[in-house]
C-alpha cells in the first residue's frame, strides 16, 4: 500500500512547485482532478518538476476526448515521466457533459467500457503490434499512417482506471479497466460488500485474476491534536460528503448503511442552495464511516487498519487543502507518507 496526495489542477508554473513540495514530503503519487483546468496539463508540468512519483488523472473527463486523443496524451505522458503515469477515467454526469461540454453522454457505461477498449487497441497500434482495426458501437478506429502515429516508447503502455461507484461500472472496470479509482464517498463496508465483490466478478468473466485491478481509494481525514484543529477538518469533510451525496447516483453508498433518506434530502437541499443545511444532513455517525479521525501521531496506523491489503494507492484527499505556494503546509503529513512508503 501507497500514500499519494491529490489536488485540482493549478496555474502550470505553480503546478511545478506543487509537484515538488509533494515528493519533497515523500508522497508515492500525485493525482489531479479535472475542473477549470485539464488535468493533462497540470501532469505534464508536473512531469518536467519531479522524478520520483507517479502522476495520474483523478478523473479526467473521458467523453469530451476522442479515445484517440487520450490515448495519445497518456502515451507522451508515460513516455516523459518514463512510464510513471496512470490515466484515470470517468464519465461525470450528463447536465456536465452535455451542457457544458457540448459532447454525448448516451449509454455512458458501454461507452465508457468501448473507450477503454479503443485505448487499448490505439496502444498496440503505437507500438506497430497491430494494424489498426477497432471498430465498435461508438468508437471506429482504422486508421493510422506511421506519419501520424507516436510510435513504439520504451516504457510500458500507461495503466488505465476508471471510475466506478455502482456495480456495473466496477463489473466492467475489472473486466476491461487496470485499475479502479474508487470514487471518494465510499465507506469500508461498501468496499467489502460492493467493490471488491464486483471487481471481482468483472475480472472473473474476463478470465482475469482480480488482484490484477488495483484499487486507489481517496479518503478523506480528519486529524489533530486539538477540538479546534479536528473541528475545521470535521466541517470540511461534512460540506465534502454532503456535496457528493447530494448527487442521487451515489445512493447505494448511504443504503447499505440505511441511511436511504439521505440522499434525497441532500438533493432537496442543494437545490434550495442551502449548503449550511446539507452539511448539517451528515451525522457523527456518517462521518465515521466515509472518514478516518485520528491525532496526528496516529494517522498512519488509522490508515493502515482501514487501508492495508484493500487498497494499492490510498490518496489523502485534504493533504493540500488550503495549499498556498508555503513548502511548510506539508511538514505535517512528512512523517505520516514515510511511515506508510518507507
Given at each position: 500500500?501507497r500514500?499519494?496526495?491529490?489536488?485540482?489542477?493549478?496555474?502550470?508554473?505553480?503546478?511545478?512547485?506543487?509537484?515538488?513540495?509533494?515528493?519533497?514530503?515523500?508522497?508515492?503519487?500525485?493525482?489531479?482532478f479535472?475542473?477549470?483546468?485539464?488535468a493533462?496539463?497540470?501532469?505534464?508540468?508536473?512531469?518536467?518538476?519531479?522524478d520520483?512519483?507517479?502522476?495520474?488523472?483523478?478523473?479526467?473527463?473521458a467523453?469530451?476526448?476522442?479515445?484517440?486523443?487520450?490515448?495519445?496524451?497518456?502515451?507522451e505522458?508515460?513516455?516523459?515521466?518514463?512510464?510513471?503515469?496512470r490515466?484515470?477515467?470517468?464519465?461525470?454526469?450528463?447536465a456536465h457533459?452535455?451542457?457544458?461540454?457540448?459532447?454525448?453522454?448516451?449509454?455512458?457505461g458501454?461507452?465508457?467500457?468501448?473507450?477503454?477498449?479503443?485505448?487499448?487497441?490505439?496502444?498496440?497500434?503505437f507500438?506497430?503490434?497491430?494494424?489498426p482495426?477497432?471498430?465498435g458501437?461508438?468508437?471506429?478506429?482504422?486508421?493510422?499512417?506511421?506519419?501520424?502515429?507516436?510510435?513504439?516508447?520504451?516504457?510500458?503502455?500507461?495503466?488505465i482506471?476508471?471510475?466506478?461507484?455502482?456495480?456495473?461500472?466496477?463489473?466492467?472496470?475489472?473486466?476491461v479497466?487496470?485499475?479502479l479509482?474508487?470514487h471518494?464517498?465510499h465507506?469500508?463496508?461498501?468496499?467489502?460488500?460492493v467493490?471488491?465483490?464486483?471487481v471481482?466478478?468483472?475480472a472473473?468473466?474476463?478470465?482475469?485474476?482480480?488482484?490484477?485491478?488495483?484499487?486507489?481509494?481517496p479518503?478523506?481525514?480528519?486529524?489533530?491534536?486539538?477540538?479546534?484543529?479536528?473541528?475545521?477538518?470535521?466541517?470540511?469533510a461534512r460540506?465534502?460528503?454532503a456535496?457528493?451525496g447530494?448527487?442521487r447516483?451515489?445512493?447505494?453508498?448511504f443504503?447499505?448503511?440505511?441511511?436511504?433518506d439521505?440522499?434525497?434530502?441532500?438533493?432537496?437541499?442543494?437545490?434550495?442552495?442551502?449548503?449550511?443545511?446539507?452539511?448539517?444532513?451528515?451525522?457523527?455517525?456518517?462521518l465515521?464511516?466515509?472518514?478516518?479521525?485520528?491525532?496526528?501521531?496516529?494517522?498512519?496506523?488509522?490508515?493502515?487498519?482501514?487501508?492495508?491489503?484493500?487498497?494499492?494507492?490510498?490518496?489523502?484527499?485534504?493533504?493540500l487543502r488550503?495549499?498556498?505556494g508555503?513548502?511548510a503546509?506539508?511538514?505535517?503529513?512528512?512523517?505520516?507518507?514515510?511511515?506508510?512508503n518507507g
Amino acid at each position: 500500500m501507497r500514500l499519494d496526495s491529490v489536488t485540482g489542477p493549478q496555474p502550470l508554473r505553480r503546478m511545478q512547485t506543487l509537484a515538488r513540495a509533494v515528493e519533497d514530503a515523500g508522497f508515492g503519487g500525485l493525482w489531479l482532478f479535472e475542473g477549470g483546468r485539464t488535468a493533462y496539463l497540470s501532469c505534464a508540468a508536473a512531469a518536467l518538476a519531479v522524478d520520483g512519483i507517479d502522476l495520474g488523472t483523478a478523473i479526467a473527463l473521458a467523453f469530451p476526448r476522442s479515445p484517440m486523443i487520450t490515448a495519445q496524451i497518456a502515451w507522451e505522458l508515460a513516455e516523459t515521466t518514463g512510464g510513471r503515469f496512470r490515466v484515470g477515467l470517468g464519465t461525470q454526469v450528463k447536465a456536465h457533459i452535455e451542457r457544458r461540454y457540448g459532447t454525448t453522454f448516451d449509454h455512458p457505461g458501454p461507452r465508457l467500457r468501448e473507450y477503454v477498449l479503443a485505448m487499448k487497441a490505439m496502444f498496440r497500434a503505437f507500438r506497430r503490434e497491430e494494424k489498426p482495426s477497432f471498430e465498435g458501437e461508438f468508437y471506429r478506429f482504422t486508421l493510422l499512417p506511421d506519419m501520424w502515429s507516436p510510435g513504439p516508447i520504451d516504457v510500458p503502455d500507461p495503466p488505465i482506471y476508471t471510475a466506478g461507484v455502482n456495480p456495473w461500472m466496477l463489473r466492467m472496470c475489472g473486466e476491461v479497466a487496470d485499475g479502479l479509482h474508487v470514487h471518494p464517498l465510499h465507506t469500508p463496508r461498501y468496499l467489502a460488500e460492493v467493490i471488491r465483490p464486483n471487481v471481482a466478478a468483472g475480472a472473473a468473466k474476463a478470465g482475469r485474476d482480480p488482484g490484477e485491478i488495483e484499487l486507489a481509494c481517496p479518503v478523506f481525514t480528519i486529524v489533530g491534536d486539538t477540538d479546534e484543529e479536528l473541528e475545521r477538518w470535521r466541517n470540511d469533510a461534512r460540506f465534502q460528503i454532503a456535496f457528493y451525496g447530494s448527487t442521487r447516483t451515489y445512493r447505494r453508498v448511504f443504503e447499505i448503511h440505511g441511511w436511504d433518506d439521505t440522499p434525497d434530502r441532500l438533493h432537496e437541499l442543494q437545490s434550495k442552495g442551502d449548503v449550511a443545511g446539507m452539511a448539517a444532513a451528515i451525522t457523527d455517525e456518517m462521518l465515521e464511516q466515509f472518514a478516518i479521525t485520528s491525532t496526528w501521531d496516529g494517522l498512519a496506523d488509522a490508515i493502515r487498519r482501514r487501508y492495508e491489503g484493500v487498497a494499492d494507492q490510498v490518496i489523502a484527499y485534504f493533504s493540500l487543502r488550503g495549499w498556498a505556494g508555503d513548502p511548510a503546509h506539508l511538514e505535517r503529513w512528512a512523517p505520516i507518507a514515510g511511515a506508510i512508503n518507507g
